[in-house]
């Protein structure tokens, strides 16, 4: 089956000589190509765009342990729903914001659209903080999660702009370190503030954050998008200009390409599909284990925030090993194999980590509902954090390898699941525990995490040969 066209090519047509060049491939190899900048300066963007990928994560969940408060301001049931919805509405707005933001990015390039989003995101950030009804609080994180969307769809576009695949991990590893130092520390820094200085606070912290980091962004980053990059140089250089040739690149072709790519491709679907799983049970967590450490084991606002620490342990783990060792099996597998390394090796930490998922969300689950020690749920949260956090790595990393052209078309295919899932799914946990109690309700998430165990059996086995048979960038 052949997918309909959703790549637009640049090809060289010369002139004079016999044969065609792929200008895109002699740009990689000019002085002028983002990924020959120098080393100091790929990483000081890398380690910008990671900082503003934390402040954009840690909006949502610096203000889940001031919900509570919040909703007593405006006159509600803290347990209510719209006090779910006031949190889960942020993650919505990152499921939504790639619709836009990443078609543009491809046709206009990165950085303005990081500009325009980043300013925005500062923008409603602080009309959430400035928020005097629950309505208005609402529509303002929702704003503010489609603005934040931008450095978590085509970040990993930029990583793939700076970086060759054989060292791409790392660097996927720092701007991962962003999204995930935001939940690690976001609940115990919001309930320390919320406690000392009211809810408000949490979300002018926020504020403050993204505005210095816009200001960052404004003085380090610059365009590393090569079509985009390329094109420049083609309208200055004539002699250039006349041996290349772009087809025309419409809206509508760079919109529909992540739902082309969600819907003919079954690599970029069932990665896409268990990425939104476990950011899902991530959120579960995330909005749960407040209220199992309050209610259970007598835990303060302030405190609750710390029982995200065996998540943030678990995570961190599990990027050490990721950062230390993606490369370099890599660069192992390029040596050692007679085919090179493919984007398919970068799957191989996935063997060990997706069973760590079911096994956490058991051990939590059970823990919790069999009353045992409350460090017993924090290592169920730690072996959940190791095994999702290497699912996003492997998964993010191995996408952008194996469609580093359209990066910021396949997160955002990836990340429109994802962010459904992780908006949708603590929505519907409350009744399912309600229903079934904790241990079983999170024996469904559970059994439901086991299904996806062969998943990179399959994509390193299968996976070369799916994507040539169903192609999306042809």
Known sequence: MQLPAVKETAQINPEEEPTSIDPLEAFHRSHVSPRNWPGRRKWTAISVLAAMTFVT??????????ISQTMHDFHQDPGSKLASIVIAIYVLGWASGPLIV?????????LWVYHVCNVLFVAF????AASTSPSMLVTFRFLAGCSASAVLNIGGGTVADLFTSDTRGLAMTIWTIGALLGP?????????LARSHGWRSTLWLTTVAGAITTVLFFIVMRETYA?????RQL????????????KSRTFTAAIRRPFCMLVFSPVVLSSSVYIALVFGYQYVLITTLPG???????????????GYLGLGSGMLISLAVFGLSSDRLMQTMAKNSSRGARPEHRLLPLLVATPLVPAGIFLYG???????????????????????????????TYLIDAFSLHAASVMAASTILRSLCGALLPLAAPGLFEELGLGWGCSVLGFIAIIFIPLPVILIRYGRDLRSKYPVDS
């Open 57 to 66: 994560c840690l909006a949502p969940a610096i203000f889940a342990p001031a």
């Open 125 to 128: 950030s602080a009309g959430c």
């Open 227 to 231: 079509p985009i990059l390329l094109q």
């Open 235 to 246: 309208n200055i250089d004539p002699k250039m200009s006349q041996k290349a040739h772009f």
């Open 292 to 306: 199992i450490l309050r209610d259970r084991d007598g835990f303060s606002t302030a405190t609750t925030g710390l």
């Open 366 to 396: 059970w823990s919790a509902q069999l009353y045992a020690p409350w460090i017993a749920t924090l290592i169920g949260t730690a072996l959940l954090g190791a095994g999702l956090n290497a699912t996003l790595m492997s998964l993010q």
């Open 102 to 110: 990443s078609p543009m990015s491809e046709l206009y390039g990165r």
């Open 184 to 192: 690690i520390s976001g609940p115990v820094l919001g309930g320390f």
